[in-house]
């Protein structure tokens, strides 16, 4: 059965870093691309970035480029999401996908449970 965890997220200043991580069990992370989603209250879900089975190519949404960096360690099973120069707008449960491809989440079969980002001053 594959699962996806997420962790990482927090409260931090606008400015401020945070890393999520997601280990994936029951499947190899290596098979399918795999992503990241994020949901604010009271607005819809949106794609953030994903990556490819090798790494070698990565999608991100407008708003966070040069910002956020998406990674993969294929030998630990996980992929992370590095966030720099976070924005009040980056707040929301950020989830983590697999098996799929692209910013629109139809596009996935997998979804992580979800863990909360607060940008705040």
């Known amino acids: 059965q594959v699962k996806l965890v997420e962790s990482g997220g927090g409260l931090v200043k606008p400015g401020g870093s945070l890393t999520l991580s997601c280990v994936l069990s029951g499947a190899p992370v290596n098979q399918y691309g795999i992503g990241w989603f994020r949901q604010a209250p009271g607005k819809e879900r949106e794609g953030v970035s994903c990556?490819?089975?090798?790494?070698?190519?990565?999608m991100y949404m407008d708003s966070v480029k040069g910002r956020f960096t998406i990674s993969r360690d294929n030998a630990k099973n996980t992929v992370y999401l590095q966030m720099n120069a976070l924005e009040l707008e980056d707040t929301a449960v950020y989830y983590c996908v697999f098996k799929g491809w692209g910013l629109d989440a139809r596009g996935y079969t997998y979804w992580g449970q979800g863990t909360q980002v607060t940008v705040s001053s």
């Open positions: 990556i490819n089975t090798r790494g070698t190519e990565a």
